[in-house]
């Protein structure tokens, strides 16, 4: 699934965009979930994180596509953004804020095509996993492969990372559950550790991140058959 966000004002263009990314999903078999907004405004207000792609006019009533995409890179440095522009010349304001694209009105499918398909491949090239977590001040995006482990804290969640330590709202039940396709185990009820930086087991430690976890007595057998899965995966 792919998630791409249309940020146009002007509604016969969005609904030209819609028919643009519907046909290209009938032609090249990818599953788009597209959603609409009327103004930079709108999403970066309570902006989650949560898109692939987002295809941004540049000139709106309220808030434009340049200013859009600066509060939104704050936040998120992931998510591509094309422009969507009858004026050339944003395309080269477009590098400030890391656009890979842009698009010229009126639209050609065929050219339109060529960006998306564009985007995709970097996608690709990337293939990696973003968690949205909420973060005092906001949301920040996790990547999945760059956890260590998370920790509960006083009825919230501690992300340890790579990057750092962050602290969130949230529940580790869902948690489990969101992450339940990824190499993740809940060794006692306090962590779910990455199983991909575990370094070393001892009786009922694990070392992960420089951290010594203990591990519960009864989780200790499905942990080592759960780390042997996913060992064997990775060399295959």
């Not at 973003?130 to 996790?142: A, E, I, Q, Y």
């Not at 969130?168 to 185990?185: H, I, N, Q, R, V």
Request: with cysteine; glycine share 6%; proline share 2%.
């Amino acid at each position: 699934m792919i998630r791409i966000a249309i940020v146009e004002d002007d509604k016969s263009y969005a609904q030209e965009l819609i028919a643009n990314l519907d046909r290209y999903e009938q032609e090249c078999g990818h599953n788009l979930v597209v959603q609409w907004f009327q103004d930079g405004e709108d999403i970066v207000e309570d902006y989650k994180c949560n898109f692939d792609i987002i295809l941004m006019d540049v000139e709106m009533m309220f808030m434009n596509g340049m200013t859009a995409a600066e509060k939104i890179r704050e936040i998120d440095k992931e998510v591509i953004i094309i422009f969507i522009t009858n004026m050339p010349q944003y395309a080269i304001k477009g590098y400030m804020v890391d656009a890979l694209d842009y698009v010229l009105k009126p639209l050609s499918y065929y050219a339109f095509s060529q960006k998306i398909d564009r985007a995709l491949q970097r996608l690709d090239k990337r293939k990696k996993k973003f968690l949205p977590v909420s973060v005092k001040g906001g949301m920040k995006k996790l990547d999945i492969s760059r956890i260590y482990y998370i920790e509960v804290q006083d009825h919230d969640l501690c992300f340890h990372t790579m990057d750092g330590d962050y602290e969130a709202k949230g529940s580790m039940k869902e948690l489990e559950l969101t992450l339940e396709k990824d190499p993740f185990y809940r060794c006692n009820k306090c962590y779910l550790v990455n199983l991909e930086h575990i370094s070393g087991i001892q009786g009922n430690d694990l070392l992960i991140g420089g951290t010594i976890i203990q591990v519960s007595r009864s989780r200790k057998k499905e942990l080592m058959n759960q780390l042997n899965n996913y060992m064997n995966e990775v060399s295959k």
